[in-house]
DNA sequence: CGGGCCCTTGAATTCTCTCAAACAATGTGG
DNA sequence: CCACATTGTTTGAGAGAATTCAAGGGCCCG
């Protein structure tokens, strides 16, 4: 599988960002537009499938996902992947690699994407100039941070059936807050593997705890991916209680 | 347990910070250190066992821990504990707490701690005219993430022994770097309850599961911590590579 | 039509948990 | 100083959870 395979290469300028319409993404001043308009170089599109970050790779780019679903994982020697997070719309990917060098984890597309490239080398004068985008980028690193805590208490501590229910809540909240069920279709694109991949189960055992699920009416699994039928059952089923923020900040 | 309890209330200049001199962490300019300096408003001292920050609780503070050992951990309703990370000399806390508003997850002393005590209101001026610490604090956050996407991994995919062997080499590694092992004594301040919580593993198989890593004599169980014996038949067992960072930024 | 990918199911095996009991070390109050 | 409670560690046994192995079915695409 190619990395960053390019599919087209047409833009969306920044004052005409999809997202930045969206009540949920906090608003950005004149100045704070203007600097990232200069700060995004360009786009790039993949099909579902490619791999935009590789494990081990040097300086790699520093992307906002504008359209379309990813996964960031770490795999052991042996094969064995575990999924640390999903990327969505707003998501920005590869801080970690650009600040500290190396990529310690992959992220793979899950559908087709398109992705806002910015240039690393003006990270500096981010800092320097927009002490906002600077502590946005904070407030990122940081809300991933709490994601993974709540993923690590899950794997942790939750039983089979919680897990899943969870990982199905919080795939909901996050895809509904990005607007990404455009209508009725509340299809989450993702295959049994992913989800097991995902809670550090096996695929069988996966495949009967999903049916649990389904059987009790809170899902729905489609042709690869999931259809939400109780949000809120399934928040009660694993006893999380999904996040409170109203609006994020995205770059 | 309550929180926050002063032990005593003596001093650190920043000036003669004892980790300041450690290569482990990166050197300040004078400016840098002078503005810390104001930054910091009091010091702390608390008990082991002591709970430093609490989930759930509001308007935190943001803490440097100076010397001692604490751990970050989750809890479910029904008292389930997942640890998330242990804090060290050196490591930042309340961090999330201070940007996000509410604390998601509790910090306790493992040991005695002293803690330095910022004030978060002039966390605006610290990115408004010290990029470089702002920087620093982007790159605090990441780092954390990192170690997640490692633990999460662990939990996920790891066996139990791997998993185990990973944690021990991992606190070594940290312990280690930070200087915490004055002369020979190598030795974990954690209870096996504390290893089960970190793993995701119940006390009893934790304990059979250590017994097997004694029984290879990479470590040796003492009362109320752990001694490493071969840190390297620990990574190796547990197919973890270690970090590589000569130096880190730290406030 | 065949191959590949994904989902499903059953059965045997292995891993991990809970329950239960006991022991060691430590600390406390009488 | 001893009796007793508390905390942490250790061990065995049975129950439950999750894994692997194996096989079959549906669907899409070349």
Same mark, same amino acid.
């Given at each position: 599988?190619?990395?960053?395979?390019?599919? !087209?290469?047409?833009?969306?300028?920044? &004052?005409?960002? #999809?997202?930045? +319409?969206?009540?949920?993404?906090?608003?950005?001043? /004149?100045?704070?537009? !203007?600097?990232?308009? !200069?700060?995004?170089?360009?786009?790039?599109?993949?099909?579902?499938?490619?791999?935009?970050?590789?494990?081990?790779?040097?300086? #790699?780019? $520093?992307?906002?996902? $504008?359209?379309?679903?990813?996964?960031?994982?770490?795999?052991?020697?042996? %094969?064995?992947?575990? @999924? $640390? !997070?999903?990327?969505?719309?707003?998501?920005?990917? %590869?801080?970690?690699?650009?600040?500290?060098? &190396?990529?310690?984890?992959?992220? &793979?597309?899950?559908?087709?994407?398109?992705?806002?490239?910015?240039?690393?080398?003006?990270? +500096?004068?981010?800092?320097?100039?927009?002490?906002?985008? /600077?502590?946005?980028?904070?407030?990122?690193?940081?809300?991933?941070?709490?994601?993974?805590?709540?993923?690590?208490?899950?794997?942790?501590?939750?039983?089979?059936? &919680?897990?899943?229910?969870?990982?199905?809540?919080?795939?909901?909240?996050?895809?509904?807050?990005?607007?990404?069920?455009?209508?009725?279709?509340?299809?989450? #694109?993702?295959?049994?593997?992913?989800?097991?991949?995902?809670? +550090?189960?096996? @695929?069988?055992?996966?495949?009967?705890?999903?049916?649990?699920?389904? =059987?009790?009416?809170?899902?729905?699994?489609?042709?690869? %991916?999931?259809?939400?039928?109780?949000?809120?059952?399934?928040?009660?089923?694993? +006893?999380?209680?999904?996040?409170? =923020?109203?609006?994020?900040?995205?770059?």
């Amino acid at each position: 599988m190619a990395a960053l395979k390019v599919r !087209n290469s047409k833009q969306t300028p920044c &004052e005409q960002c #999809p997202l930045r +319409g969206l009540e949920h993404f906090r608003e950005f001043t /004149a100045e704070e537009l !203007n600097f990232v308009s !200069n700060f995004k170089t360009g786009e790039l599109a993949v099909d579902a499938g490619t791999t935009i970050l590789l494990e081990g790779s040097h300086s #790699p780019h $520093l992307f906002t996902v $504008l359209s379309g679903w990813g996964f960031r994982y770490k795999m052991l020697d042996d %094969g064995r992947r575990q @999924i $640390l !997070n999903y990327v969505m719309p707003g998501d920005l990917i %590869g801080l970690q690699g650009t600040l500290m060098g &190396e990529m310690q984890h992959s992220v &793979e597309a899950l559908s087709p994407v398109t992705l806002c490239v910015f240039e690393r080398e003006k990270l +500096g004068t981010l800092y320097r100039n927009y002490p906002s985008l /600077a502590y946005d980028l904070t407030w990122i690193a940081a809300q991933e941070e709490r994601i993974l805590d709540e993923n690590l208490l899950s794997i942790g501590r939750r039983s089979a059936l &919680e897990r899943a229910a969870y990982l199905l809540a919080f795939l909901y909240q996050r895809a509904k807050a990005t607007n990404l069920f455009k209508g009725e279709r509340v299809s989450i #694109p993702i295959t049994q593997q992913h989800v097991a991949d995902t809670l +550090g189960l096996s @695929i069988v055992h996966t495949n009967k705890t999903l049916k649990k699920l389904s =059987e009790r009416r809170l899902i729905r699994w489609a042709d690869r %991916g999931c259809d939400i039928l109780d949000d809120e059952g399934l928040m009660q089923m694993s +006893g999380w209680e999904g996040y409170s =923020e109203k609006t994020r900040p995205f770059i």
